[in-house]
């Protein structure tokens, strides 16, 4: 398998369900039950008034939650701790990147699942005490060693600003004049300066103050951090060394913020922070639930730093959470730079946001201490749908930067640090306006957010379609288009290998989808329909799909074939019609030439029937002549003969002359003449008026034969001659 291509979904997603407060709504989310594994599959029915008339559709997951179950089995049993294992990276190994994201319907639990609340940790931090607990033998000292500081500083590719912790809450939490860096006072704080061994750190652009600045070099006061936690060790959960109440309530954390009943309403601080800013109490964050007895694998032949950034996508552009630039001592809220997402110097081959600013925590409740901060910074604000809706994808961050540890600490040499990221999604929920009740600002939020929701559910579709393609089929996969917006750019772009980063290519993500199962249907539906395919795991329903999709394929390619056998059928018929076409005026050509061919030889044979005719008339005239002529001749001599006898007669004995026998004689056959030239003038009147209707008959024919000279005209002319012979006219063979 080629591995430059990513064969299988880049996400396992689990589904958890969260107790709805709602008692008046319909159930619509049913979880599948197994004798023997855990539920993986859900079914959803639309309401009973559902007017679109949608079909019950069915899910996988890796994993189904229900309401019942608590943070610790989301922490445990998701495979976040395989992703923090991943990140630390086994012997001798570097560690890779992983993600560990909510996603769901705004008010459905995803900042609970990954933050907490007032009384519970989250994810994030049950991962950071995980941590702690494991590294801190391997923790290289930022505070102590400038040398490791900078090599820290030096060994990050993205531009960052490195800072350590105790010089970041001190420049957050530190009283000053003109406000500088520092974006509240704390009260009654009389600190001494021990940033100083870190001068040199503080020079950079955009460091924190100097010491000795005015911002922190009174000498009455104390750096915060020092002052509440004088030593790393014992600043935590010391109940003695509790800050003064706060004027306000301490209402400093978002997720503390959350629970807050009582402020649930009145969120608006959460959006613009005050210029009083208070460092939260540790002791007053969570506890539970605990985890000291998770175990986890590290290299224990490695020394680690750990960096904790965050950052948050707003209206579609990064911003630090950790860059103290709120208020900057001024009432007004100062502009907030946008950062880049960019291939940097030292990162050519990825993608990295550009110019954070990076904490160094040395402990456990630094890090949560700064994770506070960063919360404070984060967007949130009062919906219908929720109290405290972030309003904002909120981005937590934490690179493990290893290396070899020296043989022994006072001998030998430390390796090049290599870095690995953690990161902990916290996403914006989808919402709908009419559900939400949002206006003004906080509509134009809710857009943002739900078009970036819009796209990352595309890009995850997109992704789902390509490893179960590559798998099934070992298709070709298609561009996820994940440039689309800021979201799906820093989920997406660096989760598919290149071959020159293939070593680094980052673990399979954890995605926790939250739903509300008496919430809204058509939100919830459409955000479990994106996620369960993400996670590339096959229904019955989805296996079906997929039949029938084959078989859709196979008769779409049937279809094809026919299509073209079709064309090519058509395509030949049209050669067989113009073929055909062209017969038939070859027809009518050879029809035109064999009838002007005819027409000439009738014409021939008229002529010649003509002539024959002519010569028969001819002869026969001739011979009536010649008959006529030979009676003629007859009836001459006999009348010759006759007066011959006469006047012999008068010439000789009158007696003898007149006997009867002879004069009877000469009266019967002078009487026989007269009858034959009687019948013979007869005969020739007959044959002369015969003779004139002949005539007469062969003009017509003339005139006709005249009419018959065109070959198209004639053969017109020719089928009503076939009528006029019948209809008792001389035909064709007659002539
Ligand atoms: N599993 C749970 N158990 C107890 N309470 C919960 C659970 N899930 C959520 N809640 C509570 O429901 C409320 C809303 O939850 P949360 O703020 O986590 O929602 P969200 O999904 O982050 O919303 P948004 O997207 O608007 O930020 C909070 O008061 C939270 O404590």
């Known amino acids: 398998m080629d591995a430059s291509k990513p064969t299988t979904a880049l996400f396992d997603v689990y589904l958890r369900l969260r107790p709805s407060s709602a008692?008046?709504?319909?159930?619509?989310?049913?979880?599948?039950?197994?004798?023997?594994?855990?539920?993986?599959?859900?079914?959803?029915?639309?309401p009973a008034n559902d007017h679109r008339k949608r079909a019950i559709e069915r899910f996988a997951f890796t994993r189904v939650y229900e309401e019942h179950a608590g943070q610790r089995e989301i922490f445990e049993s998701t495979g976040v701790l395989p992703i923090v294992e991943g990140v630390l990276g086994g012997h001798g190994r570097e560690g890779r990147d992983g993600l560990v994201a909510t996603l769901g319907v705004t008010g459905s639990g995803k900042s609970h699942t990954i933050l907490g609340s007032k009384s519970q940790r989250g994810i994030t931090q049950l991962t950071l005490d995980v941590l702690f607990q494991h590294t801190s033998p391997y923790l290289v000292s930022a505070e102590t060693s400038p040398t490791t500081f900078q090599s820290l500083c030096s060994a990050d590719v993205s531009e960052a600003q490195l800072h350590p912790a105790s010089a970041f809450l001190d420049s957050v939490y530190t009283p000053g004049e003109n406000g500088g860096f520092s974006r509240a006072t704390t009260p009654a704080l009389v600190c001494e300066s021990t940033t100083t061994r870190h001068s040199t750190l503080y020079n950079s652009p955009g460091s924190f103050p100097q010491p000795g600045d005015?911002?922190?070099?009174?000498?009455?006061?104390?750096?915060?951090?020092?002052?509440?936690?004088?030593?790393?060790?014992?600043?935590?959960n010391t109940p003695s060394r509790q800050l003064p109440t706060p004027s306000k309530p301490n209402i400093l954390?978002?997720?503390?913020?959350?629970?807050?009943?009582?402020?649930?309403?009145?969120?608006?601080?959460?959006?613009?922070?005050?210029?009083?800013?208070?460092?939260?109490?540790?002791?007053?964050?969570?506890?539970?639930?605990?985890?000291?007895?998770?175990?986890?694998?590290?290299?224990?032949?490695?020394?680690?730093?750990?960096?904790?950034?965050?950052?948050?996508?707003?209206?579609?552009?990064i911003y630090d959470l950790l860059a103290a630039s709120s208020t900057n001592g001024?009432?007004?809220?100062?502009?907030?730079?946008?950062?880049?997402?960019?291939?940097?110097e030292q990162s050519p081959d990825r993608k990295v946001v550009a110019g954070l600013r990076k904490v160094i925590c040395g402990t456990l409740d630094e890090a949560l201490l700064?994770?506070?901060?960063?919360?404070?910074?984060?967007?949130?604000?009062?919906?219908?749908?929720?109290a405290a809706s972030s309003r904002s994808h909120g981005f937590f961050c934490l690179d493990i930067k290893k290396r070899r540890r020296p043989a022994t600490h006072t001998a030998g040499v430390s390796g090049p640090w290599s870095s690995s990221t953690l990161t902990i999604v916290d996403l914006a929920g989808s919402e709908r306006a009419r559900t939400a009740k949002t206006a003004g600002a906080t509509l134009a939020e809710a857009g943002k957010i739900n078009e970036s929701l819009m796209y990352l559910g595309q890009c995850m579709q997109m992704q789902s379609d390509n490893a179960r393609t590559s798998l099934v089929h070992g298709g070709v996969e298609k561009m996820v288009p994940f440039r689309q917006c800021k979201l799906t750019e820093l989920l997406f772009s660096n989760s598919f290998g290149t071959s020159s980063n293939q070593h680094k290519a980052p673990q399979k993500a954890v995605m926790i989808v939250t739903a509300d199962p008496l919430g809204d249907f058509?939100?919830?539906?459409?955000?479990?329909?994106?996620?369960?395919?993400?996670?590339?795991?096959?229904?019955?329903?989805?296996?079906?799909?997929?039949?029938?999709?084959?078989?859709?394929?196979r008769v779409q390619q049937e279809l094809e074939v026919t299509q073209v056998l079709l064309e090519e059928e058509t395509q030949r018929r049209q050669e067989a019609e113009a073929s055909w076409q062209r017969a038939e005026d070859r027809a009518e050509e050879v029809e035109a030439e064999i009838r002007e061919e005819m027409c000439v030889e009738m014409e021939g044979r008229l002529v010649l029937e003509q002539r024959r005719w002519r010569a028969a008339r001819d002869a026969e005239m001739d011979a009536q002549d010649e008959h006529l002529d030979r009676k003629l001749e007859l009836l001459t001599?006999?009348?010759?003969?006759?007066?011959?006898e006469t006047a012999g007669q008068e010439n000789e004995d009158p007696a003898e002359i007149m006997t009867p026998t002879k004069v009877d004689?000469?009266?019967?056959?002078?009487?026989?003449?007269?009858?034959?030239?009687?019948?013979?003038?007869?005969?020739?009147?007959?044959?002369?008026?015969?003779?004139?209707?002949l005539r007469e008959k062969l003009a017509g024919i003339e005139r006709e034969r005249e009419q018959l000279r065109s070959p198209s005209k004639k053969m017109r002319v020719l089928k009503p001659s076939r009528r006029w012979q019948g209809s008792g006219g001389v035909s064709l063979d007659d002539v």
């Open 23 to 46: 008692t008046d709504k319909e159930r619509f989310l049913d979880v599948e039950h197994s004798q023997t594994d855990e539920p993986t599959h859900i079914t959803i029915h639309p």
């Open 214 to 236: 005015s911002t922190s070099s009174s000498a009455q006061q104390q750096p915060v951090f020092d002052r509440l936690y004088p030593s790393l060790a014992k600043y935590q």
């Open 253 to 317: 954390t978002r997720s503390i913020a959350k629970l807050t009943s009582h402020l649930a309403q009145d969120t608006s601080f959460l959006a613009a922070p005050s210029s009083k800013r208070y460092m939260p109490r540790v002791s007053t964050l969570p506890q539970i639930p605990p985890t000291d007895d998770i175990s986890l694998d590290i290299d224990t032949s490695a020394e680690y730093a750990i960096v904790v950034s965050m950052y948050e996508v707003y209206n579609d552009r």
């Open 330 to 344: 001024s009432k007004t809220p100062q502009k907030r730079r946008a950062l880049l997402f960019k291939p940097t």
């Open 370 to 386: 700064v994770l506070e901060t960063g919360l404070h910074e984060r967007r949130v604000a009062g919906t219908g749908s929720n």
């Open 522 to 553: 058509n939100a919830t539906s459409q955000i479990l329909r994106n996620a369960a395919m993400v996670s590339g795991r096959s229904t019955p329903v989805q296996e079906e799909l997929e039949a029938a999709l084959a078989q859709l394929s």
């Open 637 to 644: 001599q006999q009348m010759s003969i006759f007066e011959d």
């Open 665 to 693: 004689k000469k009266a019967t056959a002078v009487h026989e003449a007269r009858e034959s030239a009687g019948a013979v003038a007869l005969k020739y009147t007959e044959l002369e008026d015969e003779n004139a209707a």
